[in-house]
Nanobody, 117 residues
Framework: QVQVVESGGGLVQTGGSLRLSCAAS????????MAWYRQTPGKQRELVAT???????SYGDSVKGRFIISRDSAKNTVYLQMNSLKYEDTAVYYC???????????WGQGTQVTVSS
């Protein structure tokens, strides 16, 4: 059984920084791409950033130049360094990981990020 656990959310002022972490675990499971999404009430879940096993990254337009995604594959952990935070970054942030064998997708429970204006 695969578990995905996010941590690091909280309250921060505009212009501040936060670092999210996401640890994935599963007996005999190797993970492929890892990603962060976010969602606010009444809106669809939005892709924030992705990272491949080789370290290739991509970002949503709204966070380019401010957020950095990284991973420690040995620990099955992905990070999201969020800098220059804006009020509109307020959301629940979700971690998503995909199993290498069957590309099955797994989600974490989400962590709240609130940016005060």
């Amino acid at each position: 059984q695969v578990q995905v656990v996010e941590s690091g959310g909280g309250l921060v002022q505009t212009g501040g920084s936060l670092r999210l972490s996401c640890a994935a675990s599963g007996t005999g499971v190797t993970f492929n791409a890892m990603a962060w999404y976010r969602q606010t009430p009444g809106k669809q879940r939005e892709l924030v950033a992705t990272i491949s096993t080789g370290g290739s990254t991509s970002y949503g337009d709204s966070v380019k130049g401010r957020f950095i995604i990284s991973r420690d594959s040995a620990k099955n952990t992905v990070y999201l360094q969020m800098n220059s935070l804006k009020y509109e970054d307020t959301a629940v942030y979700y971690c998503n990981v995909r199993a290498l064998l069957d590309n099955r997708s797994y989600w974490g429970q989400g962590t709240q990020v609130t940016v005060s204006s």
